[in-house]
């Protein structure tokens, strides 16, 4: 309904805060929501700041000029797989993987079977 709301009640004179927008549902649904919502918001000329894990959404500054993608910087070790943010906002979409998930969980502090559990599951979706 929230989402409903904003479309609805837009202006260009909105400012909006969105935050995952599609998320709770399959990939291919969320990335049509966030997407159609964010086309959206752009026709009616609202100021957005969007966050989305869908790289696609990205493309959108392809399409529009006044998108503009920026992430939070990171750095990823291929030794160990360590994450480190550097809590610096840069221009662009994110250039780092999109399977650094599950490394995240072990640098949460995650159970280390737990942890080795989400890897094998998550190299067995990849195989399919």
């Known amino acids: 309904?929230?989402?409903a709301s904003i479309c609805n009640a837009t202006t260009d004179r909105s400012l909006f805060l969105l935050d995952e927008l599609g998320r709770a549902t399959s990939n291919e649904d969320g990335v049509?929501?966030?997407?159609?919502?964010?086309?959206f918001?752009?026709?009616k000329r609202a100021?957005?700041?969007?966050?989305?894990?869908?790289?696609?959404?990205?493309k959108l500054a392809d399409v529009y000029p006044?998108?503009?993608?920026?992430?939070?910087?990171?750095?990823?070790?291929?030794?160990?797989g360590d994450?480190?943010?550097?809590h610096k906002i840069m221009?662009?979409?994110c250039k780092s993987a999109g399977d650094y998930g599950v490394e995240m969980t072990a640098t949460c502090g995650w159970p280390e079977d737990v942890v080795k559990n989400a890897r094998n599951a998550r190299q067995e979706v990849q195989r399919r």
């Open 1 to 3: 309904k929230e989402t």
């Open 32 to 39: 049509g929501v966030a997407w159609a919502v964010s086309e």
């Open 41 to 43: 918001l752009l026709t």
């Open 47 to 58: 100021m957005t700041f969007f966050v989305t894990h869908y790289p696609h959404i990205a």
């Open 66 to 80: 006044n998108v503009q993608n920026q992430h939070l910087g990171s750095q990823i070790t291929s030794r160990n």
């Open 83 to 86: 994450i480190r943010y550097t």
């Open 91 to 93: 221009p662009g979409p």
